[in-house]
């Protein structure tokens, strides 16, 4: 379905402005017999010329996208680390009194296992079954649904107030995205803390990580954008850092207006972002030209491979990888199959690509590996595969490349 109006302020004023062609949705991994009837829907990005928020244009119905999730959070140590000293900062530094967390879209339970690490009583929402049941198993409380301010309401009532609330990498994926923020609003102890951690549009923008882009992100953080919705339900940014994860994101720290000071950082950043033309969308016209040239050289590249005979698989299935592969229209032809750790991910295979799913250790190395998780790159250069120089690895982002000892 085509969205008329902006998801944050409502204008009709939106401009398409990054194209990513047709594409599945991005998390359906497959079962053989599902090979050959994928749906795909239109993957483009439009921006509101009113508020200046990049979103997608098109939304695909929350049921369809969350009933059959893959993506685990607790899979990466960099995230488990992340989640850890965000944690630390905020039971040390922010609230001094034990309390409940409630964490929107809290996957497998890993971010809140952080804040039990902490003390603190714990509740996940998430609507999502399978990682729900995983969280459950390790004793962390979590309930299936999707919140909303009426769920905001049922918690309020059966727990009561929350003293930290958090959404990590889910705040822009949320279709009722005023309902959720009234809610968070309303669930909010007075003294306490909403953690809101989501991709940084503009390091996404200059490390040219388009394939952050899909169905389920439904929008485009800025820190002046964000700070636009909270505004809406009297909540407000009072503390901001940036993280190196998920190719570049933002922790939002947001309590009740005129509750804590500001940190002179909230109003740098939407400063910078002005200065470099986030609020323009000749910004996002000229970056979707850099991808299409990039896709060529990669392209280029991986077909030179296989003309001299090379094997070739891709490291990792994450979402951003369908992204990729379908934007570049590379499939089975070109990559023989893809190795992964989830165990969830075994033996499926990546929408439109025919390229199945396998468990790492079950094969021999290939000439190459096409590293679709590039944002964690770091981390699999230290592997003693790569760094024995046995392992090869073709980075594909932000500039097409063969990496090895
Ligand atoms: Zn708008």
Sequence with gaps: MKI??????????????????????????????????????????????????????????????????????????????????????????????????????????????????????VLGIEACKKPAEIATQSGIATEIGFFNYDYAVDIAQRRGKAMVMSAANVFYHIEEL??????????????GVFVVQASY??????????????????????????????????????????????????????????KRPISSKVNQMIESERLHGYHKIDKYKNFNDDIVAMREKLVQLI?????????????????KGTVLLNFYGLTRKEIDLAVEVNHLKFNRYIPCTNIPIVDERTVD???????????????????????????????PVPEPKIYHK
Excluded at 227 to 246: C, D, G, Q, R, S
Excluded at 305 to 316: D, F, S, T, V
């Design 178 to 191: 005023h309902s959720v923020t009234k809610g968070v609003s309303y669930l909010l102890d007075q003294d």
């Design 4 to 121: 008329e109006n902006c998801r944050i302020c409502s204008a009709p004023d939106l401009e398409a402005c990054i194209d990513l062609g047709r594409q599945p949705w991005c998390n359906d991994f497959i079962t053989a017999d599902q090979v050959g009837l994928e749906i795909t829907y239109p993957l483009e990005a439009c921006f509101c010329n009113n508020c200046g928020t990049l979103q997608v244009s098109y939304t695909v119905p929350k049921e369809i996208m969350y009933c059959e999730h893959t993506y685990l959070s607790g899979a990466t140590k960099t995230m488990k680390e992340h989640f850890q000293k965000v944690s630390d900062y905020v039971c040390r530094s922010l609230v001094k009194a034990k309390g409940l967390v409630v964490d929107i879209g809290s996957n497998d339970g890993t971010l809140l296992s952080t804040y039990r690490n902490n003390g603190m009583d």
């Design 365 to 395: 190395e290939p000439d190459y590996y096409l590293l679709l998780s590039w944002n964690f790159a770091e981390e699999f250069f230290r592997s003693e595969a790569y760094q024995s120089g046995k392992r090869k690895f073709i980075i």
């Design 303 to 319: 077909g030179d491979l296989k003309g001299a005979g090379k094997m070739i698989y891709a490291y990792g299935a994450p979402a």
């Design 201 to 258: 549009l503009p390091r996404l923008i200059e490390s040219k990580a388009f394939d952050i882009m899909y169905h389920e992100h439904l929008l485009y953080y800025r820190v002046e954008n964000l700070n636009y919705l909270l505004n809406l339900y009297n909540l407000e940014i009072f503390e901001i850092e940036e993280a190196p994860v998920h190719g570049g994101s933002i922790v939002a720290y947001i309590c009740h207006k005129g």
